[in-house]
């Protein structure tokens, strides 16, 4: 059973790494393990069940903190024998989106580990006697599309692009779930700021450089979250019975392009005024191009309604405290 706790000061989980939440008493299962989300959650967890397709390499990075099991998302449900006692599941696990140009292989690649992925979860926990209480699956606030600047909450309708498409299908399928009498989150995550990777270890370098600028005409929203408060509001979800569909996992401050540039360059003290235009970046990322141009005033409106407490509600707060853990 899961037991709920509140918010409280950050404190230091058994794995030495800051939290926001303390006291957790569930067995959990977490897909996606050794991504960048996925490290920091399992900091939180005590002795979770990891599924990865390349099992030597998890145990490897997350020595005995974890049980490993091998599972190839894309080819069939993972074995029942992983979910003894699982009480919870956090399924992160997908190609990563930005990773590269997309063409057709990676296109092909980024639907099938999300969509193919999350039914072969769910039809093992379809197999199974007793099931977990609630699954918490990673989405993305791709799923909004580009909406210039109407605001975004979890009562909005998605996009009609390619990456919105993906969502939906994603979200579909862990949708799956409901009829299981699972209770299912289905975690919208924005632009993760963190000091391991993510986004932003992509722009620090230019920046640092002082040739770091807005990207396009930088009036798109941006919708930013720390890494900290990503895990937090993963947790709070599983923790919360009151949470079930859609919950947007960004900050609370929505900033556009040219502010979340600005408050980069005035943290890191450096000038910020080589702008890269749209057709620059298209011919250098080509379909992937909107992703960073899309415009996404998304709002938190179900973690706020539920008591999340932020630990990093500023840009500038979230910032300073990556940059100074780097």
Sequence with gaps: MLRVSEPSAPSRSRFGAETGYNNYDMRALVT???????????????????????????????????????????????????????????????????????????????????????????????????????????????????????????????????????CRGWESEADGAVPLKVRVVRARLGVVLGESGGALAKMLPPFRLGLGGRLGNGRQWMPWVHLDDVVGLLLHAAQNPEIKGPMNVVGPAAVNNLEFTRTLATVLGRPAFFPVPKLALQVLFGEMATVLLASQRVLPRVAERTGYQYRYPTLEAALRAVLTAR
Excluded: M
Aim: with cysteine; hydrophobic share 40%; glycine share 8%.
């Design 32 to 166: 996606g393990a050794t991504g960048f989300v996925g490290r920091r959650l399992l900091q939180s967890l005590d002795h979770p069940v990891v599924l990865s397709r390349d099992p030597e390499r998890a145990r490897k990075l997350l020595g005995d903190s974890a049980e490993v099991y091998d599972w190839d998302p894309e080819a069939e449900p993972p074995s029942t024998r992983c979910f003894q006692d699982v009480d919870t599941v956090f399924h992160l696990a997908g190609e990563p989106i930005a990773a590269g140009r997309w063409n057709d292989q990676r296109k092909a690649s980024i639907l099938d580990s999300r969509v193919l992925g999350t039914r072969h979860l769910v039809r093992a926990l379809e197999s199974l006697s007793q099931r977990p209480a609630v699954l918490v699956s990673v989405s993305a606030v791709g799923f909004y599309g580009d909406r210039a600047n109407q605001p975004l909450d979890e009562t909005a309708g998605p996009g009609n692009d390619w990456l919105a498409a993906v």
